[in-house]
């Protein structure tokens, strides 16, 4: 990797832990705060934390299931920035669920 493209740089990204974790349940409905803070990268804390975020604002509903949650994506909304909001949450979760490139294949 060119170390002046800033690929390898970890210490920032063009995503939001809110978008990782609105992908994350939207293909697990039934995903524990655990396991989205395992995936994401984040502590079970702050996972719990954008939930709320998300189910606040709209774009979660959350229904507790015996000991578990579990989640409805309102896809259907517009994205949150204004230079965005032409675009559905479902188009966001389309592209980062998107298909494999051939690097991604090869690994």
Do not use: C, K
């Not at 939207?26 to 989205?36: E, F, H, M, S, W």
């Not at 509903?61 to 909001?85: K, S």
């Amino acid at each position: 990797m060119n170390q002046d493209s800033g690929v390898g740089d970890p210490s920032w990204r063009f995503l939001t832990n809110h978008a990782h974790v609105l992908e994350r349940i939207a293909g697990d409905p039934t995903v524990r705060l655990r396991d989205i803070a395992a995936s994401v990268g984040i502590t079970e804390r702050a996972a719990g934390s954008i939930v709320g975020d998300l189910v606040e604002a709209g774009y979660l509903t959350r229904t507790r299931v015996g000991r578990r949650n579990e989640y409805i994506v309102h896809d259907e909304l517009p994205l949150r920035h204004p230079l965005h909001r032409h675009h559905t949450v479902a188009a966001l979760i389309a592209f980062l669920e998107g298909p494999a490139t051939e690097a991604e294949d090869a690994s």
